[in-house]
């Protein structure tokens, strides 16, 4: 009998040194999708994928860039969901982690792989090409993973007094299973590493990371309105899972509303994978979830969610990785060993 599996796109800084090859790697067999997205990067006189994965060595100048990472992140995770093995698994919904949404689109069919990777390309090109303010993370569990009390409140009104000083602006960009992603512009950003007590490697300042998912980006929301219309979007064939949480039905979507909310709210309102994670598992009930790579560093953040509602029975760390030795729940396509248990 085939498994119900939930599959979860990753987002931006997903692929990082030990991914240098991901392509080459896991996805000879899939040389006419990378030649096609190589085709489309060289007609835009952008460094093709191919080129960035086969580097002698990773540049996180290079490879970190919005212009140059959400394209090849694209490429990997959706040669990924590929070769996802449909004997043994039947996909039941999708959900993404902020530009994790964009390669969601394409994993349940709600844009072409050549929409989709327009739509990617763009936003990245476009976040690069005005990269407004930054991110920063801070934890919300210890390291058990247990939440910490009154953090998350000691958190907020710590933003909100450094939104009290002149010309500082901070905002919720995402929440992420125990952590709590900051977007804010500079000033903001400095006054909050100032004040938060370091913590193992918390505060984490993101690299070419802008103000994601926060009113920073509005303007460019604005912009891609107005250069991408919502043909570029279809009904999905299996249903997706966004940023509040809200599902999307193959039967119940109109492209206009799909459309509408990816180059909107999903632009610049804070993002909810914690949600998105949840109602996932609530609503569809898998037998497993498979996070698609490149990367694993997506799996601390769903564990973290799915123990936020006791999913499983798990309370804690140790309880997520006793089930994981015996049984594993999460499948992270990046990690080879489960890899294998998720491909053909």
């Not at 193992?200 to 994601?212: D, E, I, S, V, Y």
């Amino acid at each position: 009998m085939k498994k119900k599996a939930l599959v979860i796109c990753p987002g931006r800084g997903t692929y990082n040194k030990d991914e240098l090859g991901y392509l080459k790697r896991f996805h000879a067999d899939k040389k006419d999708l990378i030649a096609a997205i190589d085709a489309y990067r060289a007609a835009h006189n952008q460094i093709t994928v191919s080129d960035l994965d086969n580097r002698a060595a990773f540049s996180l100048s290079e490879h970190s860039r919005g212009d140059n990472a959400s394209p090849l992140i694209y490429a990997c995770a959706y040669a990924d969901y590929l070769s996802i093995n449909r004997d043994k698994y039947d996909i039941a919904a999708v959900t993404g982690n902020s530009m994790g949404w964009y390669i969601a689109l394409a994993c349940a069919g709600a844009a072409t792989n050549d929409n989709a990777l327009h739509i990617v390309n763009t936003m990245g090109t476009l976040m690069q090409e005005r990269l407004t303010g930054g991110q920063m993370i801070y934890s919300l569990v210890d390291e058990n993973w247990k939440k910490i009390d009154g953090r998350r409140e000691y958190l907020h009104g710590l933003m909100a007094d450094i939104n009290k000083q002149e010309g500082c602006e901070l905002y919720t960009s995402i929440e992420l299973g125990g952590m709590l992603v900051f977007g804010g512009n500079d000033k903001a950003l400095a006054a909050l590493e100032k004040a938060l007590k370091p913590e193992g490697r918390f505060p984490m300042k993101l690299q070419n990371h802008a103000a994601f998912h926060t009113p920073l980006l509005t303007p460019i929301s604005e912009h891609a309105r107005g250069i991408m219309d919502d043909g570029l979007f279809k009904k999905p064939e299996v249903p997706l899972i966004d940023g509040r949480g809200a599902i999307w039905s193959p039967g119940a979507t109109g492209r206009h509303a799909i459309w509408s909310y990816t180059l909107g709210h999903q632009v610049h309102r804070y993002y909810d994978f914690t949600k998105a994670v949840q109602v996932s598992v609530k609503e569809f009930a898998p037998d497993c979830v498979i996070i698609l790579g490149p990367g694993a560093t997506l799996g601390g953040a769903v564990a973290q969610s799915l123990i936020g509602i006791g999913w499983q029975g798990w309370q804690s760390k140790e309880d997520f990785a006793a089930r994981q030795k015996s049984d594993p729940y999460i499948l992270a396509m990046g990690m080879e060993e489960q890899r294998r248990l998720a491909v053909a």
